[in-house]
């Protein structure tokens, strides 16, 4: 998913050269005779381990844990490890690439761009479109849509979520809509207006809340 946006891949890329990443099994800081338990599994011995006693012993700790979909974590954006059964340790986990941006933007390792290039050839980050107003949206934890996180415009009952879809990047970014309370798609609207244009409705698309 990184490779697919150059943008961020390169900026992915310089943050690795900065903070010159090292295998942590040759300086492993977790302690083999304690548990890491997420969901009573013990995970000592793992990256899981590992991350959750750096962040305990380490000041103004930065790191997360890649994730996957189909993982024991689920789509969990933190996930509550327990040392030794009491001490709570809470880590993040990330899983898409609008995952890893949001986590370096939201902890000021990169500074996004909110002027979208509609000559681009990926679509615009939540950053760059009218769902960054957070007077109007709010996210929603219903499951990723093909990625990109759902929001739903308040006092209301849509759903907006950035198409992600090359083909529909560039001059043709554009936000898709749904009803939350039967899921059918509701129509578009370009990425940076809030105005919902119903011609574009699909009959047969519905969205996965999960």
């Excluded at 006693?53 to 890649?66: N, Y």
């Excluded at 109007?136 to 907006?160: A, C, M, Q």
Aim: aromatic share 10%; hydrophobic share 30%; net charge negative.
């Amino acid at each position: 998913m990184i490779k697919n946006n150059p943008a961020l891949n390169q900026t992915f890329a310089q943050n690795l050269q900065l903070l010159n990443p090292k295998s942590w099994q040759k300086n492993q800081m977790h302690i083999d005779d304690c548990s890491y338990e997420f969901n009573k599994e013990n995970f000592v011995g793992t990256s899981v381990a590992e991350i959750s006693e750096r962040s305990l012993v380490t000041k103004d700790f930065f790191g997360f844990l890649l994730n996957f979909s189909e993982s024991k974590f689920g789509s969990n954006e933190n996930i509550n490890v327990l040392k030794n059964t009491e001490e709570k340790i809470f880590i993040d986990s990330v899983i898409s690439s609008e995952d890893i941006e949001n986590w370096l933007i939201n902890r000021g390792f990169i500074i996004p761009a909110e002027i979208y290039d509609e000559n681009s050839r990926n679509p615009p980050t939540d950053y760059q479109t009218v769902l960054k107003d957070n007077l109007i949206f709010e996210k929603t934890n219903y499951p990723k849509n093909n990625g990109r996180t759902v929001y739903k415009k308040k006092d209301s009952n849509e759903l907006w979520v950035v198409d992600s879809a090359p083909k529909h990047a560039g001059s043709k970014a554009h936000i898709e809509v749904f009803d939350e309370r039967t899921r059918k798609h509701l129509g578009t609207s370009l990425y940076n207006v809030v105005n919902l244009n119903t011609d574009y409705k699909v009959d047969n698309r519905t969205i996965n809340l999960g």
